[in-house]
């Protein structure tokens, strides 16, 4: 879903009168406050130099097919049966079958046992228009390759063609040299289609930033990642989780506050500080919440 009120027109470089910039382009995306705190990989976040983008793409229309076939409380196995015996993706092998179903899991997990899961299966039908955005999310925190290429993509103003180039830079910083150019070539193909997918870009060959219009389910799935990330109160409205939603720190707040009418979180505040009560996407998270310290930032990325 685009935002067409938000589109930017550019006159000899400058932006044009009101326009008003996103948290991804005002500011480095930050999805952690400082090292992932060791709670993050046990609720869902993998971490390492290598993804699901070195093949395939955010598989979001695949995404949307497992979870219709298969019923909310399917467990891990039952979604494997839906892909696999079932052919709910409508795959011509039985091999591309249980490829579809690695994948999938690589990036979704589809384990009711996984709380990053939970929290995006809970909130699938919320809002049909935000799944491409939730899945994103959930990709972001799953796939380090995609997660790598989002700074290249979104600090970008609407209007602007991506290249290659720093995408490809970006890839190469995480990877090392344990990809040859032509693997690098492929991620840089998948997660432009990806973030085509996200809407984020717009184009077939030549690729266009655009803005999306997030929503409150959006943002609360944001809130539960960037809270699970280490970031706390206010900074939670700012962090690179939201930012990926195109939002200004006002329109999160705002969309947060949706969130909470709509019964998804809970938010309090008074004056300036502002707390977050996230445990009604996922009530598990508050058993983890009171063992796991809250990460301090280090100085100056507060």
């Given at each position: 879903?685009?935002?067409?009120?938000?589109?930017?027109?550019?006159?000899?470089?400058?932006?044009?009168?009101?326009?008003?910039?996103?948290?991804?382009?005002?500011?480095?995306?930050?999805?952690?406050?400082?090292?992932?705190?060791?709670?993050?990989?046990?609720?869902?976040?993998?971490?390492?130099?290598?993804?699901?983008?070195?093949?395939?793409?955010?598989?979001?229309?695949?995404?949307?097919?497992?979870?219709?076939?298969?019923?909310?409380?399917?467990?891990?196995?039952?979604?494997?049966?839906?892909?696999?015996?079932?052919?709910?993706?409508?795959?011509?092998?039985?091999?591309?079958?249980?490829?579809?179903?690695?994948?999938?899991?690589?990036?979704?997990?589809?384990?009711?046992?996984?709380?990053?899961?939970?929290?995006?299966?809970?909130?699938?039908?919320?809002?049909?228009?935000?799944?491409?955005?939730?899945?994103?999310?959930?990709?972001?925190?799953?796939?380090?390759?995609?997660?790598?290429?989002?700074?290249?993509?979104?600090?970008?103003?609407?209007?602007?063609?991506?290249?290659?180039?720093?995408?490809?830079?970006?890839?190469?910083?995480?990877?090392?040299?344990?990809?040859?150019?032509?693997?690098?070539?492929?991620?840089?193909?998948?997660?432009?289609?990806?973030?085509?997918?996200?809407?984020?870009?717009?184009?077939?060959?030549?690729?266009?930033?655009?803005?999306?219009?997030?929503?409150?389910?959006?943002?609360?799935?944001?809130?539960?990642?960037?809270?699970?990330?280490?970031?706390?109160?206010?900074?939670?409205?700012?962090?690179?989780?939201?930012?990926?939603?195109?939002?200004?720190?006002?329109?999160?707040?705002?969309?947060?506050?949706?969130?909470?009418?709509?019964?998804?979180?809970?938010l309090r505040t008074a004056g300036d500080v502002?707390?977050?009560?996230?445990?009604?996407?996922?009530?598990?998270?508050?058993?983890?919440?009171?063992?796991?310290?809250?990460?301090?930032?280090?100085?100056?990325?507060?």
């Amino acid at each position: 879903m685009t935002s067409k009120e938000e589109s930017v027109r550019f006159d000899d470089g400058k932006f044009a009168v009101g326009f008003t910039m996103s948290l991804a382009e005002a500011k480095p995306l930050q999805f952690f406050p400082s090292a992932p705190p060791a709670a993050a990989e046990k609720l869902g976040f993998r971490f390492g130099a290598k993804g699901t983008h070195a093949s395939r793409t955010l598989m979001l229309s695949e995404l949307e097919a497992v979870l219709a076939a298969a019923p909310a409380a399917a467990d891990r196995a039952a979604f494997a049966a839906a892909i696999i015996e079932n052919n709910c993706l409508e795959k011509p092998t039985a091999t591309t079958r249980r490829i579809s179903n690695q994948r999938l899991g690589e990036l979704y997990a589809l384990d009711p046992f996984v709380a990053l899961f939970r929290v995006l299966r809970g909130l699938w039908d919320v809002d049909p228009k935000a799944r491409p955005l939730l899945a994103m999310l959930a990709a972001l925190a799953r796939d380090p390759l995609f997660m790598a290429s989002a700074a290249s993509v979104l600090s970008q103003p609407a209007g602007i063609e991506i290249q290659r180039a720093p995408l490809r830079e970006a890839l190469r910083k995480l990877v090392g040299e344990r990809m040859n150019e032509d693997t690098v070539d492929k991620v840089v193909r998948n997660v432009s289609s990806s973030w085509t997918q996200t809407g984020h870009l717009t184009g077939r060959t030549f690729k266009h930033r655009q803005r999306v219009s997030a929503s409150p389910t959006a943002v609360a799935f944001a809130l539960w990642l960037g809270n699970v990330a280490g970031f706390r109160g206010a900074e939670l409205l700012t962090s690179g989780w939201v930012a990926t939603l195109d939002c200004t720190a006002t329109s999160a707040r705002t969309l947060a506050q949706e969130a909470k009418r709509l019964g998804l979180i809970d938010l309090r505040t008074a004056g300036d500080v502002i707390e977050f009560g996230l445990d009604r996407l996922d009530p598990g998270l508050g058993r983890l919440r009171s063992s796991v310290p809250a990460p301090q930032a280090p100085q100056g990325q507060r």
